[in-house]
């Protein structure tokens, strides 16, 4: 007979929010309090609901937090005319937030938008970071290729037609397309992301957030050089798990970083851009065996 003590137990996920600046923000937290903390980031246009499969491979050892930035997820979503939805003010709240748990240093996985939130996060204070996991996160500018022209556009006049031109990226069709483009078999993609995603974007006022998101990632790229410097400089361990199938971020902004990190292990699938959504069976040990060889001996238990 197997009794309840004989199986091992699934570590438990706590949904929580705290009020910063004003701002509900919303974080999902598992894992030991004293455990080596393991920061993830979420890109567009979902929320930390992408690491709802990650945070129980992890939350053995590791103590997870992964927030929803304002405007996604659960967090507070206020008018744009009222809030600034820039990156920089997204890496302060999650500065904050990670200030107010007490957090003093942390490994970091960036994904699309959350490259820029963890980049403010890292020009800080980047003796902080003690390890790195990149999967589609972009650094250089190598890896902003077609499809971001018509954003460029947008970067470049500020004008109301090309904001407007760029209305398709929040419809049901784009977000489907961000999951499955790439994929060999679309039958290991949950329909849940989607259905999810799209219905956060479809809150009234929502869409006119994301094209403000859009026009504020232009000021990433400038920063881009100091991120690097940054690495060559501080050499975080680093993880790329990327896929390689990526329209939005190819693999062309994935091999600059081996320009810069020396200890820097580096694998390429064949999926697109959520590429946890299909190769989470094989990413996710990867993830889990590098940061117990990089991230946990950086602490001091």
């Not at 556009?153 to 760029?166: F, M, P």
């Not at 190819?250 to 292990?265: M, N, S, T, V």
Request: charged share 25%; no cysteine.
């Amino acid at each position: 007979m197997t009794t309840t003590s004989s199986l091992q137990r699934l570590p438990v996920v706590f949904y929580r929010s705290m009020p910063i600046d004003g701002i509900k923000v919303a974080y999902r937290e598992a894992g030991p309090a004293d455990g080596p903390v393991v920061l993830l980031l979420h890109g567009f246009p979902t929320s930390s609901h992408m690491f709802r499969n990650v945070i129980p491979a992890l939350a053995d050892r590791y103590h997870v937090i992964a927030p929803d930035y304002p405007g996604y997820g659960q967090s507070d979503m206020p008018d744009h005319q009222s809030y600034a939805y820039t990156f920089k003010n997204f890496g302060k709240l999650v500065r904050s937030l990670l200030e107010r748990l007490k957090i003093s240093s942390y490994a970091m996985y960036v994904m699309d938008y959350g490259a820029p939130v963890g980049w403010h996060l890292f020009l800080e204070n980047p003796e902080k970071l003690t390890a790195l996991i990149v999967q589609n996160g972009n650094a250089y500018e190598e890896g902003l290729m077609k499809f971001w022209d018509p954003i460029k556009k947008y970067w470049a006049d500020g004008s109301t037609e090309s904001r407007d031109a760029l209305r398709w990226l929040v419809k049901l069709e784009t977000t489907v397309f961000q999951y499955t483009d790439g994929v060999d078999d679309v039958t290991r993609i949950s329909p849940d992301n989607w259905v999810h995603d799209q219905a956060l974007l479809d809150r009234p006022g929502n869409v006119e957030i994301q094209m403000d998101v859009m026009y504020d990632y232009r000021s990433n790229v400038p920063l881009y050089p100091e991120v690097q410097r940054l690495f060559r400089e501080h050499q975080p361990p680093t993880l790329v798990v990327w896929g390689e199938r990526d329209t939005i971020f190819p693999a062309d902004g994935a091999y600059p970083y081996k320009r810069d990190l020396q200890d820097l292990e580096f694998h390429l699938f064949p999926t697109g851009h959520f590429a946890l959504e299909d190769r989470g069976d094989e990413i996710i040990p990867i993830m889990r065996a590098f940061l117990d060889s990089k991230a946990a001996r950086k602490i001091s238990f």
